[in-house]
């Protein structure tokens, strides 16, 4: 069992900057990828951004492209997503998740956090 837990989230007003934290714990592997999922009612699930195990390789949507950075801690379990000129449509509860597999592009996800809520105002 992984255990992932989200914090960070909170109220921002728009064009403001937020951080998220992801702490996994548990029975971790090496080479796993943390991936950030947003949702919010009604609308797709999408994945956000994703790192590789030795944070070299990553993965971000074109919505998160030069407005979010994703890394990883030293000790490696810990993942810090870095939100900047946050937008009101990002709006959604952010997941902390991993991946089955070692690809920053995979959709394959075995374990989730509880969620985080990042509110936008305008």
């Known amino acids: 069992q992984v255990q992932l837990v989200e914090s960070g989230g909170g109220l921002v007003q728009a064009g403001g900057p937020l951080r998220l934290f992801c702490a996994a714990s548990?029975?971790?592997?090496?080479?796993?990828?943390i991936v950030w999922i947003r949702q919010a009612p009604e609308k797709e699930r999408e994945f956000v951004t994703a790192?590789?195990?030795?944070?070299?390789?990553?993965y971000y949507a074109d919505s998160a492209k030069g407005r979010f950075t994703i890394s990883r801690g030293n000790a490696k379990n810990t993942v810090y997503l870095q939100m900047n000129s946050l937008k009101p449509e990002d709006t959604e509860v952010y997941y902390c998740?991993?991946?089955?597999?070692?690809?920053?592009?995979?959709?394959?996800?075995?374990?989730w956090g509880s969620g985080t809520q990042v509110t936008v105002s305008s």
């Open positions: 548990g029975q971790t592997f090496s080479n796993y990828v």
């Open positions: 790192i590789s195990w030795h944070g070299i390789t990553t």
């Open positions: 998740a991993k991946f089955q597999d070692s690809l920053v592009r995979s959709r394959r996800v075995d374990y």
